[in-house]
């Protein structure tokens, strides 16, 4: 079934390339359009296109679907184009002629649009619920392990003090924008498109706010040209707020990696959270890690595909646009696996807590001497060239403490000011 089925057969070809995988992904969006269905179902009513009758008729039918969807039992098969035309064939199978109304003063194109602002709201606060839990991951950890220095580096060489407390609490306030980033796309996507219709609205008396304020959205995306144009541009904003999660992800899981080989030996996992290798016995590779790396680089060049697919699309609707959805679902899936896998690695993570009092890092101190030279009375310029010569003539003799008392450093990490600033973002 086409909705678009004018009573002819399109070429097996054309329609298997213009379908694509809208059937397995439309099962993700299947509970949305049943909720679409419904407050657009109550909207005719309300405008007198459907009776009590048929609404109560369309309304039990819905039910019914929504109940096969969240039961798994759902299934859009082979002869269906899309959510679209199997739920409105499910409808005329169940009730009749009621069931043919359903799809009175809407388009296809408009259906699609509030399915996806649905189903981003959706996602972007099951996102947001991942990272809040692995923020609160790394603060613990931050505390737990304020007090273990850890060499910080510049230019991949050994620079000054850093501490485990400093390094996990790094990534947890990062997190805060990307959750500001998530936070602009749902505000992009609160916006009710329904009733653009095919883009230029419809001759239909149809009651906009209404819809709006049925399917929960804070507003009326009132332009109808502007509502189909949100298509591109509601996938690129979810996908900016994607990338920039990703890279938080993808440099921690960088660090990871570093610090858990045994030339650095920073931190470990237990073994069962590890891989092996097929000929050397003694690997304990960081699998996990390496794979969220990837995948989060993936998902950091999405902006730059969706963009590539939309940049140069003329205003109104081109089919074009359907290839977004594939890139969209998928990077989702991959940035919320990536998500929960990473909180449970960190949840094991094993810290080595006698790290800097090994000779290589001798020189971490550096400046922390230099400074003290100043707080004793000599120039800057004067104290940075006294140490400079004992490095250079091995005399230098570090003092492996560290004295500092400034937000954000070393030893005063504002744990606390930093978790109110992610509560006030969450």
Known sequence: M????????????????????????????????????????????????LSTQELNQILHALDEIEGDIASGTFQIEEQFEDIHSKIEHELTEKIGEAGKKIHTARSRNDQVLVDLHLYCKDEIDQIKRLINKL?????????????????????????????????????????????????????????????????????????????????????????VVAAQMSRGRLETSVAYGLASTSSTLSKLASDVCLYMSQNFNFIAFPKELTTGSSIMPHKQNPDVFELVRAKCNVIQNLPGQLMS??????????????????????????????????????????????????????????????????????????????????????????????????????GNLCLTEIKEKFEKAY
């Open 135 to 223: 923020f609160h991951t790394l603060i613990n950890l931050s505390d737990k392990y304020k007090n273990v220095l850890l060499p910080g580096y510049t230019h991949m060489q050994v620079a000054m003090p850093s501490s485990f407390g400093l390094w996990f609490s790094a990534y947890a306030e990062c997190l805060v924008d990307d959750i500001t980033l998530l936070n602009a796309a749902y505000k992009i996507a609160d916006q009710n498109p329904l009733g653009s219709a095919a883009g230029y609205g419809t001759s239909f008396p149809i009651d906009r706010q209404m819809t709006t304020d049925l399917l929960g959205f804070d507003s009326l995306k009132y332009n």
């Open 309 to 410: 697919i939309t940049s140069n699309l003329t205003s109104g609707y081109h089919r074009d646009l359907q290839v977004l959805k594939e890139l969209l679902i998928n990077n989702i899936d991959s940035i919320k696996e990536c998500l929960e896998v990473s909180t449970f690695m960190l949840e094991n993570i094993i810290v080595n807590q006698d790290i800097i009092n090994q000779p290589i890092y001798d020189h971490l101190f550096t400046v922390e001497t230099v400074n003290q030279y100043v707080m004793d009375g000599l120039t800057f310029r004067e104290a940075y060239k006294k140490v400079g010569k004992e490095v250079l003539q091995g005399e230098y003799k570090p003092e492996k403490k560290v004295k500092h008392t400034h937000e954000g450093s070393i």
């Open 2 to 49: 086409k909705l678009w089925d004018k009573g002819y057969k399109t070429a097996h070809i054309v329609e298997s390339f213009t379908v694509g995988k809208d059937r397995l992904l439309d099962q993700k969006l299947a509970k949305y359009d049943v909720q679409g269905n419904i407050a657009h179902a109550k909207m005719l009513a309300q405008i007198d296109i």
